[in-house]
């Protein structure tokens, strides 16, 4: 028999197995459900065919100006920072699919929907089906989950890539590793490091577990080959992580932009100087949960503390691996490398996530002889950490404008049609990386394009800027993104040399024609 036509069939064979597993099971039936919903929201979200806005624009431009080599090699311009495969794949798929918004997302896009069934896995693995249907259910309608899956960036791809390698180490966990979970655990820790950021902290948290563990082993075994083989394929990654640090890292925690941006996410040193610090802290992971429910914080936290008993009495590896995970990240906060606040954190979103519904667990275990009692308890608890989650996914699905950002494209398609040769257009600075993305991606070249400059201290030198155009007689404003009162400054200054004769508007942006008194 051809080896094509025995894959055929071991393939039939599996797929029969896992449906009658399907059809005999209502609890896969429910993460089936789960998961086409979470993939449906998330489609939801991508087929806005939104505008790229400020950041995504920012990245994406490094992306389409540069080359494979110039990415691997030139740290990122506009004050831009993302690990080298994520930039690699991003990349390769403009080649595959073209220079535009769709090839830019699909990868993130693709990431955000894998998270749903891998957390939904975790969860049940390690705690319980309870829990494993909580988390699906915050999964799917967690709005930074569902926003960043169709995002120029690399947050979905940072939460996907955790939640793979924690599943990877729970299977190294639980049996005898041979030569090949070496090359494994090798291959799955240089692979996701340069696909994510934050993955040292889960990786390396759980690598020193592993090393750990193998070493009390061989007391019991007496086969040091294994702690021996083990600490060469980790000494060979932490090698390959630090020329990767020396390479791409080392200029990003140097950049001073970046360091004064994120400075309030950065653990105050001496620690005992702002204690504030370390209050909310807490609710930097849970943000993302309550969408504005803030009243509930405390229950997240009683959850996610009871989570964490759980996990202790069911899998020590991975409770000592998260203390190890969490002092890394203190550590790194405190050397001003990474700080712990806003999207920075997304990656932890199903970290969090695992921890509220493992306290959901524990509840329902405790009752678990009171069947009825536990299936309510559990579902009120359900309803109450997901209610801010709904709220705000009702809330998306009903206003199509949650989806948008910054709507710079619709806008500038209406420049292309309608401006003429001799009129000139003012592009605010900050719009100025959306405009010249499009405009690159369209093969457009531009023409009396005055691209104004950064003045937050000196607001005054915006007029200067206008009146170095005045002797055109017809000028166009692009604006996005305002900062404080820089539109109404901008906006009043030609309101003043010129009349106003037509205005487009879009979500997040505005276009005007202005007619210019050049008496």
Known sequence: MKPINVL??????????????????????????????GIGIRIYQFASLRS?????AMLARNIIDRSMLDLLFQPLDYNQ????????????????????DIALRLFPFVCGVLIIPLSIHIATKIFGKVAGGVTGILIISNSQLIYYSSEVKQYSVDAFIILFVICCFINWFERKLSTKNYWEILIVGIISSILSHPNLFIFGGFAIVLWIKTLIEIRKTGRKQDFYKLSGVLFTWGVLYGGLYLLTLNDLASNNHLIN????????????????WFRSLPSEFTRSLLNGQYKTHRVFLVLTILGAI???????????????????????SAMRLYPLEGRMLIFSIPLVV?????????????????????????????????????SYMNNFVRNPEMRLKEEVKPLIEI???????????????VTAHAYQYYQTISGREDYLVFYGERHRLEPEKYIEEIDQMSDFSTIWILFSHNYGNEKDIIQDHFEEIGDMVETHSAYGAFLSKYQIDNE
Request: net charge neutral; with cysteine.
């Open 8 to 37: 055929t069939i071991r393939l039939k064979k599996k797929f029969q197995l896992t449906l009658e597993k399907l059809k005999n099971s209502y609890y896969l039936q429910f993460v089936l459900l789960l998961t086409i919903v």
């Open 52 to 56: 790229l806005w400020l950041d995504e």
């Open 261 to 276: 941006y994120w400075s309030n996410g950065f653990m105050p040193m001496p620690p005992w100087e702002n204690l504030d």
């Open 81 to 100: 920072g993302a690990p080298l495969l994520f930039l690699f794949i991003e990349k390769l798929f403009t080649y595959i699919f073209g220079r535009n």
């Open 354 to 390: 695992l921890f509220i519904s493992g306290g959901i667990q524990a509840f329902y275990n405790l009752l678990v002889d009171y069947q009825v009692i536990a299936w309510t308890l559990s579902a009120l608890l359900c309803v109450f950490v997901t209610y801010g989650s709904f």
């Open 415 to 429: 420049l292309e049609d309608e401006r003429q040769e001799n009129e000139a257009l003012y592009v605010y600075y």
């Open 310 to 332: 759980l996990l202790w009495k069911k899998n020590k590896n991975f409770s000592f691996s998260v203390i190890i995970i969490g002092i890394g990240m203190l550590i790194a």
